[in-house]
């Protein structure tokens, strides 16, 4: 046997055909095959005296067949094979359907093991379609079984039986890939034991611990592929920088940076003063002032005599930020632009020209910045805000306007460190943990309909005192297959407009609007042109509107935590006093309890990690990012403690050997070069 790449249709007792049926499940090679895991177990390890048995339960059978099996037809054309079998303290009848066989399979005088649903009464037991196996053998009964992911054609039993033939084969070829004193360090298994008991558990302690190392060894090929990864760009000169004093800037602003702001900034230009461009994600909750980092990084790079762009996902957020950035820089003679789908043709043309000449120093835009006919005279840095919007694709198109600018990516989307930096792979993280002094916390309440004609009351008061308030609906009315219990959003709002608020202006937001008319309705809200503003969750991402105190969630259950906190996030921008209401009828537990957690906290971070832990990170993976490898077996919704172990494991090795050329290292840099499709030369 060559090695783990082998198709296994040469591993013994495989074959062509069953190889055929093993492909449709992904499995081409030996080393796929072995990786196969399991989706769960079928604990047979249980065996019983017949008279112990108990109706409903699994259990094993040590048993002599007392007399020799009778077969009968039944309706339908189905044969039906009896048999009794014994132990020294009861009796157990088997029937098969459709099992023939059976009939010259089993053998009276003796002895077999029989696994299955205990059925039949207290004074007949009875199992129907046992497994059987020969006394002795403990292939498929006594012990602990994997349960595979399946497909037609391919039972559990050939899987198994295919694994096992696979786990033979590789006996001698399976190459630990940690390293031995890592190994040790934390505790983790042989290799070989590890996959032996992934599939076939001699215990469940056994299980437990195979599983361990094999969770671990996936989460450390995992950071120490991306730290790879990231040392590769070390090779590329990004655009060149030097410190400067940042004093003058920071003078100008009108508020003292808050610790965590100047610490990102700090990251961020040290970064840029190194060999290599900066990739980095500033991550920090909504109105944790992620803008003015980014303000300083442009700040920064125009000292050093380099343009900077900066998009946003909308036409209203990049307006925005021009509004707030542009009198700021003048202050440094320093030039903006705002560059959108809507800049009219000549102003268009002049913005190009300058952008070329290299007069604009900060170029705002929405995708309008990517189209091919934007050219910079020296572009060295840029941002894109609020990224979970933008595709990856987009930051690399960007990124190309230059040869390798200083990238910095913004997101309000907080996540757990470990978590964004599997998400965000690549990139380096800084994380604002702290938001302005003197911010209010936006007081939040979970309550029933049964509330809903004093929210209507408040609402009113609001409006009366001069404020304005959102209502989130869950979906898009007009809608085809839409439960009915779902507010059409459109219809629901014509309703308040007209029944319950026909003296406030109240105006519409959704998804299925042309972008032109979204941002025409966002604006005249922001204007204070409505008084109250039914949306779907388009406007989780969105404009400030400090007039905008009061927020009210409709079917809050139907929303995850770390949305709500987005959709919070709205509100509490302004100086008054905020408020968000979450509406639901649930009656679901669990679903209260994630409420409640919205109205006990503020923080961002805790509330991602929280909606990690009860949602597990389905949400977060929802696409995979390219070139990342699948997690086959981590679970990062309880396997937080071994990822960070992992990650603590594989920063220490590569401290001690950065790019993995030692010889003891060799089987885990090949391994990673394997994962992450690389081929020898892209990790050189
Ligand atoms: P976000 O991180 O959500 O993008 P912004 O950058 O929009 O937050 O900042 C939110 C608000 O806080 C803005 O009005 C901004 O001027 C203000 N702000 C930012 N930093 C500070 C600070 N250090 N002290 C006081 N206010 C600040
Ligand atoms: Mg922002």
Redesign the pocket.
Known sequence: MADLKTDIRYIKGIGEQRAKSLNKLGIATLRDLISYYPRGYEDRTLTRPIRDLILGENACVRAMVAADPTAHRISGGRTLVKCRAVDEGGSLDLVFFNQEYRKNSLHKGETYIFYGKVEGNLLRRQMINPLIEKEGQQQITGRIMPLYPLTAGVSQLILSRAVRQGLDACRELLEDVLPDEVRRRHNLCYVGYAYENIHFPVSPEALEIARRRMVFEELFLLTCGLHLLRSRRQDVAGPACRAVDMTPFYEK??????GA?QRAIGDAISDMCAQRPMNRLCQ??????????AAACVWFAAQNGWQSALMAPTEILARQHYE?LAPLFARFGLRCALLTGSTRAKERREILADLQSGEIDLCIGTHALLTEDVQYAKLGLVIT?EQHRFGVNQRAALGQKAEHPHMLV?S?TPIPRTLALIIYGDLDVSI?NEL????QKVDTFAVGEDYRQRINAFIRKQVAEGHQVFIVCPLVGDGEEIPDERKAVTAYAQELQQKVFPDLRVSVLHGKMKPKEKETVMAAFAAGESDILVSTTVIEVGV?V?NANTMVVENAERFGLSQLHQLR?RVG?GSAKSYCILLSDTQNEETRQRLKIMTQTNDGFKISEEDLRLRGPGDFFGQRQHGLPAMKIADLSCDMRLLDEAQTAAKALLADDGTLEKTEHRALRQRIGELFELNAEALN
């Open positions: 602003l009108p508020f003292t940076l808050t702001q920090g909750d909504v109105g944790s002032g992620k803008t003015m980092v707030g805000d913004l309000a604002i302005p002094p003197g911010r400030d400090p996030g921008r």
